[in-house]
T-cell receptor, first 117, second 113 residues
Framework: GAVVSQHPSRVICKSGTSVKIECRSLDFQATTMFWYRQFPKQSLMLMATSNEGSKATYEQGVEKDKFLINHASLTLSTLTVTSAHPEDSSFYICSARPPSGVTDTQYFGPGTRLTVL | QQQVKQSPQSLIVQKGGISIINCAYENTAFDYFPWYQQFPGKGPALLIA?????SEKKEGRFTISFNKSAKQFSLHIMDSQPGDSATYFCAASIGSGYSTLTFGKGTMLLVSP
């Protein structure tokens, strides 16, 4: 199956700093990538939809200036958590979907555990 | 508004038993219903998915039952194994797995040896 990687897998940062998380589709081109946040023992909540070459679409309640998303290529999307605070500590998961007609699903990355001290 | 309701929240099943997880949805526009399996510290992996034109889909030990009139679907894991212990999420979308997925809250399954 298609492989999606995330880097780093874990990151610990101080409050007020920024953290960048990368999502890569390793063996397919992804025109669309999704970013989710998952709190402990909770479901995945969609944060934003990232389309290659255009601005991301954010879900209601997600601050676009705090969670910067860049989808500069067909295999890479990045999520930058700016001025991180302890309440931003969470498990961030991306998913990527191949071009239409290739398959009928999206593939999830392994997630990035962010801890803000 | 929670569009996909999942139950139970947690489930303990003996090895060899049948695990059953249920989901109900509200939006009749949903037409793609996948189930995901997630191990601790890992991203979810697609397990099996169904569309409303069939009432059942089976892949190995995993079966989805779908009731369109009741707007419900369920996952059955036959001959449950300790390795099946994970969190299971149902989801729904409009169009396909391409589209935005709405997830249930998850069921933590523990299969005892």
């Amino acid at each position: 199956g298609a492989v999606v990687s995330q880097h780093p897998s874990r990151v610990i940062c101080k409050s007020g700093t920024s953290v960048k998380i990368e999502c890569r589709s390793l063996d397919f081109q992804a025109t669309t990538m999704f970013w989710y946040r998952q709190f402990p023992k909770q479901s995945l909540m969609l944060m934003a939809t990232s389309n290659e070459g255009s601005k991301a679409t954010y879900e209601q309640g997600v601050e676009k200036d705090k969670f910067l998303i860049n989808h500069a290529s067909l295999t890479l999307s990045t999520l930058t958590v700016t001025s991180a605070h302890p309440e931003d500590s969470s498990f961030y998961i991306c998913s990527a979907r191949p071009p239409s007609g290739v398959t009928d699903t999206q593939y999830f990355g392994p997630g990035t555990r962010l801890t803000v001290l | 508004q929670q569009q996909v309701k999942q139950s139970p929240q947690s489930l303990i099943v003996q090895k060899g038993g049948i695990s059953i997880i249920n989901c109900a949805y509200e939006n009749t526009a949903f037409d793609y219903f996948p189930w995901y399996q997630q191990f601790p510290g890992k991203g979810p992996a697609l397990l099996i998915a169904i569309r409303p034109d069939v009432s059942e889909k089976k892949e190995g030990r995993f079966t989805i039952s779908f009731n369109k009139s009741a707007k419900q679907f369920s996952l059955h894991i036959m001959d449950s194994q300790p390795g099946d212990s994970a969190t299971y999420f149902c989801a729904a979308s409009i169009g396909s797995g391409y589209s935005t997925l709405t997830f249930g809250k998850g069921t933590m399954l523990l299969v005892s040896p």
